[in-house]
């Protein structure tokens, strides 16, 4: 079994910053993927930022340039540092980590960006 343990939502305004961590704990052999998605209100799931265990990253078009993703292996754990919040980022925030062979999501952390 793995737990999820997101933190960092909260209220900031328009221009502010942000910064989202997810630890990952229990019985976990081999996490591959470690990623970030968001929804919004009436709006479906989304990807917004996912990296590899080599590195590799991928970003929603939206996101580019203003989010960064990173992760540190030894502690299972993945970061979302979101700079030039904008109102439109206001969601509820999950995580989400594949091993391969399933895929776990955190509970989420809700991001509300005043105009």
């Known amino acids: 079994q793995v737990q999820l343990v997101e933190s960092g939502g909260g209220l900031v305004q328009a221009g502010g910053s942000l910064r989202l961590s997810c630890a990952a704990s229990g019985t976990i052999f081999s996490i591959n993927v470690m990623g970030w998605y968001r929804q919004a209100p009436g709006k479906q799931r989304e990807l917004v930022a996912a990296?590899?265990?080599?590195?590799?990253?991928n970003y929603a078009d939206s996101v580019k340039g203003r989010f960064t993703i990173s992760r540190d292996n030894a502690k299972n754990t993945v970061y979302l540092q979101m700079n030039s919040l904008k109102p439109e980022d206001t969601a509820v925030y999950y995580c989400k980590v594949s091993t391969g062979v399933m895929n776990y999501w955190g509970k989420g952390t809700l991001v509300t960006v005043s105009s």
């Open positions: 990296i590899t265990k080599g590195g590799s990253t």
